[in-house]
């Protein structure tokens, strides 16, 4: 099967701060990457849907100025949690999906970052 | 509005059966899949179904029910490290996941 990377898979950073948490493809091209949010004993959260190439889409509640998303690639997308709250603490999962081919529709999921925010 | 329906938890014994199931109501259907979570990692793939009927692997399967809005992930020959959240998604009409809020299956000795 395909396989997303992300990193890093935890960090712990101050209240304020920003943090990047890198999402990678790395067999596949990935046409389409997600972002999700998962909190203690609940289930994920889809954050917001990115292309390559053009601007994410944020779900209802998703601040986008908090929560950056940048495609650049087709094997890389960022998210940059800029001054990160302690509410923003979570566990922070990405998925790629490529639209044709072997792999097409499927997500692939990265094994996840947990951040902290103290 | 677009629905996802399964158990919030099970309790099964080592070497036995399970059956979780998982009902739907979504804006189009392009499959449904099954994945296991535990606790503190992503989450990763078990089954895909787009059609009717039952897909087995190993001691997995899924069955489909389309025109019931209906699936379920049976389990056989249950082992320990078999605990842990199942998450039923279904792919909308847009190509979209849509989550289950998972079912956390607890295994006993």
């Known amino acids: 099967g395909a396989v997303v990377s992300q990193h890093p898979s935890w960090v712990i950073c101050k209240s304020g701060t920003s943090v990047k948490i890198e999402c990678r493809s790395l067999?596949?091209?990935?046409?389409?990457m997600f972002w999700y949010r998962q909190f203690p004993k609940q289930s994920l959260m889809l954050m917001a849907t990115?292309?390559?190439?053009?601007?994410?889409?944020?779900e209802q509640g998703v601040e986008k100025d908090k929560f950056l998303i940048n495609h650049a690639s087709l094997t890389l997308s960022t998210l940059t949690v800029t001054s990160a709250h302690p509410e923003d603490s979570s566990f922070y999962i990405c998925?790629?999906?490529?639209?044709?081919?072997?792999?097409?529709?499927?997500?692939?999921f990265g094994p996840g970052t947990r951040l902290t925010v103290t | 509005g677009q629905n996802i329906d399964q158990p919030t938890e099970m309790t099964a014994t080592e070497g036995a059966i399970v059956q979780i199931n998982c009902t739907y109501q979504?804006?189009?259907?392009?499959?449904l899949f099954w994945y296991q979570q535990h606790a503190g990692e992503a989450p990763t793939f078990l089954s895909y179904?787009?059609l009717d009927g039952l897909e087995e692997k190993g001691r997995f399967s899924s069955f489909l029910s389309r025109s019931k809005g209906y699936s379920y992930l049976h389990l056989k020959e249950l082992q320990m490290k078999d605990s842990a959240s199942y998450l039923c998604?279904?792919?909308?009409?847009?190509?979209?996941?849509?989550w289950g809020a998972g079912t956390k299956l607890i295994i006993k000795p």
């Open positions: 998604a279904v792919m909308d009409s847009n190509y979209q996941l849509i």
């Open positions: 067999d596949f091209q990935a046409t389409t």
């Open positions: 998925s790629a999906r490529s639209d044709s081919g072997r792999f097409s529709y499927e997500q692939y």
């Open positions: 179904n787009v």
């Open positions: 979504t804006s189009g259907f392009n499959g």
């Open positions: 990115s292309n390559e190439g053009s601007k994410a889409t944020y």
